[in-house]
């Protein structure tokens, strides 16, 4: 009776390890999920800080030059913002350096 209860104990004992196991790595997913999930918004925090420096740089009385050069660079900020995630492999992808404003 007491080398079955023994016996039980131990089954129940690996199958508890075999659970722990599996939590440990289910929750190293999560971490890696999460890390990806923090850099995703702070990438996206950057590109709108961006943004919100191009439309505050909009002001009356620009020449076409300056107009044209502040679009040229949203482009380029909505490329990037398109860029995010495209890739499982490489979720935020190396920023693109801006492009120098006209003088």
């Not at 740089?57 to 679009?71: H, L, Q, Y």
């Amino acid at each position: 009776m007491i080398a079955s209860i023994l016996i039980v104990a131990i089954l129940i004992l690996g199958l508890c390890l075999l659970i722990y196991r599996k939590a440990v790595k289910i929750m190293s997913g999560v971490n890696d999920i999460n890390a990806v999930l923090d850099d995703l918004d702070k990438a996206t925090n950057d590109v709108a800080a961006r943004i919100d420096a191009l439309v505050n740089a909009v002001k009356p009385g620009m020449t076409d030059a300056e107009v044209a050069a502040v679009k040229q660079r949203l482009s380029g900020e909505t490329d990037r913002l398109r860029g995010l995630a495209a890739d499982p492999n490489n979720p935020v992808p190396l920023p693109v350096p801006a492009p120098t404003p006209a003088p």
